[in-house]
């Protein structure tokens, strides 16, 4: 009875101050503003009910294309408002939660089923190998932009359709990855002391040699974050993403092109939002690529 009450050891402060030396140890010469922006982000996306200042789909004609507040406007609307008097730092901050539940459900379908396929692949060659990449090319021979308007016609407009969309037009990019990783790790001595052992190819290929392909997965992925992010974007800026009624960057910009000239302040703040995101996820996945690959580390100490 004595050790059920015996506390976690990293829930006491020893453990705690362990826990925070690693984090600082492993942030140690992370690239410093992009990731106090993506931690604004990704913040601002998970508490954006609890910390916008208006709900982002209620307005007052009012204030229809308020300026924000240097120029002129009311301190009500800090960034200004759009032509239905919605505060546009709301819709920003509501935004970026449909660019983070977007980019990460899409890039977990899309490396969902490209670590599958390219595990399969590389693993198991012969015939499998020859379909599934052959299957990669035909994928790669198509624009991506254009395979998402078409699934996204034949789906429909829709928060999860545009996932799917954009999970199944980026998939082939972690297969090829991953089956060239797995070429290169299936040639390894503990790969055939488990084959002699009598490991069924499964176990081999999930417990073996996934985990050893699993840092570049993690690097791709973080390096997508942005680019997924202006995918949907897109979509939403041409009318195919999520539905109007949803708020989001990339319907921000679509809405506020007419008034570029009189009222700048819709479309360039959602850009501006979606160009410093991007920015920040590529130079933090660049930074993460250096710190999870050890022959770069070595090459920078020497």
């Known amino acids: 009875m004595n050790n059920l009450r015996r506390p976690m050891p990293y829930l006491t402060r020893s453990g705690l101050r362990g826990v925070l030396h690693k984090f600082r140890t492993i942030m140690r010469g992370a690239p410093l503003i992009p990731s106090v922006l ?14 916008s200042p208006r709900d982002p789909g209620i307005g007052t004609l009012r204030q229809s294309l308020d300026p924000p507040i240097f120029q002129g406007g009311s301190t009500e609307c800090v960034l200004g408002c759009d032509l239905q008097g919605r505060d546009i730092l ?41 379909l599934i990449m052959r299957l990669v090319d035909v994928w790669y021979a198509l624009p991506s932009i254009l395979l ?19 999970g199944i ?14 070429l290169t790790v299936r040639q390894l001595d503990y790969v055939a002391l488990a ?32 680019g997924v992010i202006l995918f949907e974007a897109s979509l939403s800026f041409l009318g195919l993403g999520v539905p109007v009624s949803v708020t989001s960057w990339g319907q921000m910009v679509a809405d506020g092109r007419q008034y570029v000239t009189t009222a700048w302040w819709l479309a360039a703040w959602p850009g501006i939002a979606i160009t410093l995101t991007v920015l920040c996820f590529n130079l933090f996945g660049d930074w993460l690529r250096d710190y999870l690959d050890p022959k770069l580390r070595q090459a920078q100490i020497g």
């Open 38 to 51: 993506l931690v604004v982000f990704i913040v601002s996306g998970t508490l954006a009910p609890w910390i």
């Open 90 to 130: 709301s819709r920003i901050i509501h935004g970026a939660r449909i660019s983070l539940v977007v980019a990460f459900f899409a890039i977990a379908i899309a490396g969902g089923i490209g670590v599958t396929l390219g595990l399969a692949a590389g693993y198991f060659g012969g015939i499998v190998d020859a």
């Open 148 to 166: 998402a308007l078409i699934l996204v016609v034949v789906l429909g407009p829709g928060l999860l359709n545009v996932i799917l969309v954009i």
């Open 169 to 182: 037009t980026l998939w082939a990019f972690y297969a090829r990855l991953v089956r060239a990783e797995v």
């Open 195 to 226: 084959q002699v052992a009598g490991a069924s190819g499964f176990r081999i290929a999930v417990r073996h040699i996934l985990p050893n392909v699993f840092n570049s997965v993690i690097i791709i992925a973080t390096l997508q974050v942005g």
